[in-house]
């Protein structure tokens, strides 16, 4: 019996959206959850009980970059990635594929599997669907990624097919590893990833393979690499649609908060994203009027606070004219304020649409967000 | 009557240290007491509450670069220093004399102040007796510095006796202006700046001009520009001899743990410095076998704490291998977690010095710091 297990609490009626908990070893996932991302072991800029404080229960960090400093070897000795990031409950780590393909120096991809150089030592690194596992076993992550063959498009079919059908080859090599080590009993559960770009048909293939694999939940990857919003939306929707009811479906790197809400329509239980700590340390806000450039000289002596609809302790305590100055004078104080004020707002965001979806009550809530949130943001964001 | 008022608990018999309470209108702050430095209007990498938590009372602001940025207007605009710094204690700023003689481009001194170019926006700046305090006004700080001429030399007697007098004659204007508008019961003090170089009756005959003007509390500045141990424990031996036992004496600058015993015996009571915070920033740790470089490779597997004598939560949580990590990854949570850790040290120590007067075992607790902190300090550093 494994220890991890999805229990649905809520079904929407006109959707698939549900409420539910996501059950961990450390501790239950009250969903749909968003998850921070620490990629280096660090969610950036946050101290851990923020990130309890804020609501986390969950968070993410990065095979590819952790792989390649400090090694998983050094994780190991140092007591894992729990003890590296003074964080006791779940947390998931991605394979890497993603970074390989997206940020890696000359990686050559073979049938095995993948080959780049190092950014740190310059060394050459090999990651294929047994090494990504063993090395998210050796990190000590609570659920671990299938390494996948991230399409280099969503919409050339022939690629994207040749990626899906060596992903799910990698994927049943991933599984037979995982199964014959145990599996999920053991303390790591790993979940398929569904690629398939824009084609409903090859997501709902690639997904129907993935669950005859029977994994300990199901990610959809590849739909937010600059196809715009319309093929975003279908890509979440059908690569969601083969999923089974009794498994969670975590949607891979999706962190604008509109998009949220045809996610979790189209049944996703589970979000990650860099983009609040990123945006704050570059000084762009999520705010209930929509995105806002904080660097604005039109705040200058601003003495309200950034979001006046916002109940986190930045907003409480600091007004936006402070946030500038601190913006302006290049203190670390700026990045730290502005990645907690995101994470509270996509947390907080996160625990309404859940209260929402138990009261059958989503599309209030969304044209309530998009009343004031759109208008704003393309008002305030460049062309 | 004065809303600051320096009370003196008890008095060491060997020696001119003495705890005591430094009363404010915003609070009591037992001494000798360290002040964290918040140069641009934030402590550099600190949430204020953690302040608060490593029992900092007061903390300190910049007028030479809240003046260039964002501007005394914008910093009262926003509601002056305290709501800036989301700090509700008392707030020292520093006149700025230290920072234009240091720091400022073509700063050119005549005897009525100094004018130089302004490194934000490259205007011609000046600052003068009457100018700094009326900037201090405005930056809304509980405690102002007079405006002192630094001489760029502590042992050239000619040149360090012509800063003197001129800083006097600067001072008197100071305490005038400082008059005029109601004094401290008005909510702000004013201290005088005791300097003088290495020479004794330079320092004592400043510091007896500046009590007779009757200041609202006294520094001892000039201590610490490069001019070797000796000669800055004399310097504040010597600039803090005259200062009368009712007033709070501070020594401006002094952030290197070894130095705070003898400047405690010459009856400090006020400390403030950028250490914690800047060698937190660049891996170097206060720890009590002395100052630890966190990035030296031999660290990298070590599951242990930065310093097993630390009570601090980053020494609980987090081990030295991955801070080492976490400033190879260049990530921020590197400076803030050594930010935090020092100035715990410093603070800790600062509350072990207080405890150590109160019961007349002020120089037990000096061999038992250098017992360990001296030896791994040498071995550590560079020659």
Redesign the interface.
Same mark, same amino acid.
């Given at each position: 019996m494994s220890s991890f297990r999805f229990e649905e609490l809520h079904r929407a009626r006109a959707s698939r959206a549900r409420r539910g908990i996501f059950h961990t070893p450390r501790g239950p996932v009250e969903t749909p959850a968003f998850m921070p991302v620490g990629t280096? /072991? *660090?969610v950036? /800029? #946050?101290?851990p009980e923020q990130l309890e404080t804020l609501g986390a229960r969950i968070v993410l960090a990065n095979t590819y %970059?952790l792989n390649l400093?400090?090694g998983p070897e050094?994780v190991q !000795? +140092?007591?894992g990635l729990h /003890? =590296?990031m /003074?964080w006791d409950g779940p947390i998931l780590t991605d394979s890497g594929g993603f970074q390989v393909f997206s940020l890696a120096d000359m990686a050559k991809v073979d049938e095995d599997g993948v080959s780049f150089r190092s950014e740190v030592d310059g060394s050459i690194v090999r990651l294929d669907a047994e090494r990504a596992l063993e090395i998210q076993s050796a990190l000590g992550s609570d659920i671990a990624m299938v390494f996948d063959q991230c399409p280099t498009s969503v919409d050339d079919r022939f690629e994207v097919e040749r990626a899906v059908d060596r992903s799910l080859r990698w994927a049943a090599r991933a599984r037979a590893w995982h199964g014959e080590r145990g599996g999920a009993s053991r303390g790591q559960a790993v979940f398929g990833i569904v690629q398939g770009g824009k084609f409903e048909d090859l997501r709902r293939a690639c997904a129907r393979e993935l669950v005859a694999l029977d994994f300990d939940g199901y990610a959809v990857g590849g739909v937010c690499v600059g196809e715009g919003k319309e093929a975003m939306h279908l890509g979440m929707e059908h690569g969601a649609a083969e999923l089974p009811a009794e498994k969670v479906r975590y949607l891979m790197g999706i962190g604008a908060p509109e998009d949220f809400f045809p996610a979790v329509r189209a049944g996703i239980d589970l979000f990650d994203c860099v983009s609040p700590t990123r945006l704050g340390r570059i000084a762009i806000a999520f705010t209930s009027r929509g995105r806002v450039r904080v660097k604005n000289a039109r705040f !200058? &002596?601003d &003495?309200g606070p950034l979001d006046p609809a916002c109940s986190c302790t930045v907003c409480a305590?600091?007004?936006v004219? *402070?946030l500038r %100055? +601190?913006f302006? !004078?290049e203190? =670390? +104080?700026a990045? #730290?304020l502005l990645s907690y004020h995101n994470l509270h707002f996509l947390l907080d965001l996160m625990r309404r649409i859940r209260e929402a979806i138990a009261v059958d009550r989503l599309d209030e809530l969304e044209a309530d967000f998009h009343s004031r949130y759109g208008a704003a943001s393309a008002a305030e964001e460049p062309a």
């Open positions: 280096k /072991a *660090t950036k /800029a #946050m101290w %970059h400093r400090p050094v !000795a +140092l007591g /003890a =590296m /003074a !200058a &002596r &003495r305590r600091w007004s004219g *402070t %100055h +601190l302006q !004078a203190e =670390m +104080l990045g #730290m």
